[in-house]
């Protein structure tokens, strides 16, 4: 029952996540802008079937695949990764959750930046930042929805447990 309950946790803490992920593409024009001239940097290197001669054919594919690419990114890697370390190590603080999810999340622009092999003595641009901060924030809230979520599952369990 235990491992429904943290799969149940799971879907609720990515279903969080996105919801928060498109509150923050609505709400602030940095982050749709970033994520826009990222998209189209990435593009210039890629074949994909929804670019013929360099032009976009099908929206809905490039939308599709922006998409994916900053959930798995933003909110599925840093979550999984900070799930498996705290069942591995029987992490049951809401700190552990919040900070590694919300630390791994910030990252991503960072790995991105040593992925395309940019200079790193470059000036850090303060919208890198704003949105490095908006991706911590959506990482720690997702942390903090599974943390609850998985707590609220374990405690029911443990709580039919007779020690006499």
Known sequence: MLFRSNIFSLVLALIGGILLLLYAFLIDTNLRDAALAALLYSLQFSTYEFLENGEIQNIFLLVAYLFRSIFISIIFAPLMIAVLIGQAVSARSYVWYA???GFLSSLAPWIIRAAN???????????ELKVSLLFF???????LIYWFFAQRGANNNNSHINLN
Do not use: H, M, Y
Not at 117 to 127: C, I, R
């Open 99 to 101: 900070s590694v999810n």
């Open 117 to 127: 092999k940019s200079s790193f003595d470059q000036n850090t641009d303060p919208v």
């Open 137 to 143: 924030l959506i990482g720690a809230s997702t942390g």
